[in-house]
């Protein structure tokens, strides 16, 4: 198998062809690198939707238990009174302090997961921001890079053929007018 030489027989068209090649394979890898963090963009602000869903219903029901928990301590004052009056309401009284009790600990289980949410979207943000920034740091890298390996290779073509083509092409073309003139 063989495998072509670098064209190191002049420097300007090594450099003109490695700019080259060098210009395709950032572009391919940048745009990939882009295409890759534009996603994990798009995922990470879908989650962040998502969170912010969840958290407002768990807002809502948090308020609907913080209002059924109102609602059973004016009854059980309520009942409180009455019982004072008839000791059979004692069992209902118990019953309904217990359901406040539940209520009361639901409500600070939803507190907690509010407040996780809450982190978990600050974290997110915090990641999408980091994501856009580097999203403009590639960018804007790409766009130099692009700039400056077109500025070598063009360079390095043009004195390609300036300082070495047109001459070898001078040569050749004397060569075979030279061996034209001596087949006449």
């Known amino acids: 198998m063989n495998i072509p030489n670098i064209p190191s027989d002049n420097l300007y068209k090594f450099v003109a062809l490695a700019s080259l090649v060098t210009l395709i394979l950032t572009s391919y890898f940048m745009k990939s690198l882009q295409y890759e963090i534009a996603s994990d963009l798009i995922n990470l ?6 969170n912010n869903s969840l958290s407002k219903e768990l807002i809502d029901d948090l308020n609907e ?5 109102i609602l059973l301590i004016d009854e059980l004052e309520g009942l409180s009174k009455k019982v004072q009056k008839n000791q059979n309401r004692v069992q209902e009284l118990n019953d309904l302090e217990i359901e406040i009790n539940e209520k009361e600990l639901m409500s600070r289980t939803k507190s907690k997961e509010i407040e996780r949410l809450r982190i978990e979207a600050d974290t997110k ?13 590639i960018e804007t890298t790409f766009s130099y890079s692009v700039y400056i390996l077109s500025i070598f290779m063009v360079i390095g073509f043009y004195l390609w053929y300036i300082k070495v083509q047109k001459h070898q092409d001078k040569i050749i073309k004397y060569q075979a007018d030279s061996i034209y003139k001596q087949e006449k």
Do not use: A, F, H, S
């Open 125 to 137: 943000g915090n990641l999408i921001n980091n994501k856009e920034w580097i999203l403009n740091y």
């Open 45 to 50: 602000e879908g989650d962040l939707k998502q």
């Open 65 to 69: 238990i913080v209002t059924q928990r």
